[in-house]
DNA sequence: CAAATATAATGAACAGTGTTTAGTAAAGTC
DNA sequence: GACTTTACTAAACACTGTTCATTATATTTG
């Protein structure tokens, strides 16, 4: 049945195609702008055609945020292989904010959009590559609890404490709330506060 | 002149009913229900109405902000008079946490909406309130420096800490994310971090 | 090849959003 | 009572997500 297979295959470029542009809009014009008919005119569909393709709007949502940790996990594979525990959560908590500071669109789907997480819950899915990721640190600060470099003895725990942090300091510098009690909220700042954050916890 | 300061006041009780039918809805109905035209429905006026009241939709939203800053220091007001500075910053940042996770439509006008920052480019103000507030967290971090209870150098710095920790602790459960790789992450994961971070920073 | 059927795509509508403008109705002034 | 100022609003514009009946295309069947 090489027809129907042919139809398959142009279903799936059609989504990819979709996919690809509401990644372009959100890249170049912002979470603001990736709306159906901006995605439609941009895939030169009309918006209820992308309906066949996808559930709701949540959908698409859903899915650029599988793209936005692929892209995450690229920019951070060099910290993932650093051999010494600190060094390695030092590495990913400065390669997280550097991405999130960089990526602000992406960052605010994958950690902040609430669309994505709604969409798990109808699908009852996984927030699969996010567990992968936080796991990964969790692995690295019992390897460090193991080595007796910290005074904090539960691994989830302290993996959630370095979290929190980079999560709250991007947050805060993507809201302009940083330059408002901080002039010079640059990079700069952020990265003292990383130091300052791995001095507290690691000996 | 009497009839021209009847007419002054009639027209800051009009503004003052506007935004307490938007404090209304933001508490009840959420930021995505607060629109000009439900704000104008629950005040008994038309939509253009509160165009001759509130420049535009941004400065309702910042003076919502306002509203919820108020609203936090009233809650904090007992953390602020502990007289052990450690205490002191203990008590606020459990304090900040909680009111963000009960309150969480104010937590979000007031520290991740663009709005209000963006009224406050246009108009040149400050972000007054939140930086009091800031500012109070660096003097008792000073002061902690000062009695040499933490290794931390600088006041700034720590207090940046502090406040990127649970803020991004509140965001994490705001947006469900906590939840994605706690099950259980209720108050007491919430609790248990906070209590780990105040081991590391202070002796 | 033509007719019937299955599939794909869309135009138009619904209910909502923020915002502007022209026009109306009421109140105050002379 | 006539004029002017103020307060208010209906209607429109340009958007948003989403649905559904209709149309056009492609494939299968007679």
Known sequence: MGITERREREKQELRDKILDKAREILIKEGQENLSI??????????????????????????????????????????AFESSDPVERIRKIGHGYVVFGLKNPEWYQVMFNAPQPIQHLEKCKEEWGRGISLFEFLVETCQEVIDQDRTTVREARLLALHMWSTVHGLVNLALTQRLEMVEQGGGPDL?????????????K
Chains 1, 2 share one sequence.
């Open 37 to 78: 008919r901006n995605i439609a005119t941009a895939a030169e569909y009309s918006p209820a055609t992308i309906y066949l393709y996808f559930k709701d709007k949540d959908e698409i949502v859903y899915e650029l945020m599988e793209m936005g940790f692929a892209l995450m996990v690229e920019d951070l594979q060099e």
């Open 190 to 202: 952020i990265s003292k506060t990383i130091d300052s954050v791995m001095r507290c916890i690691f």
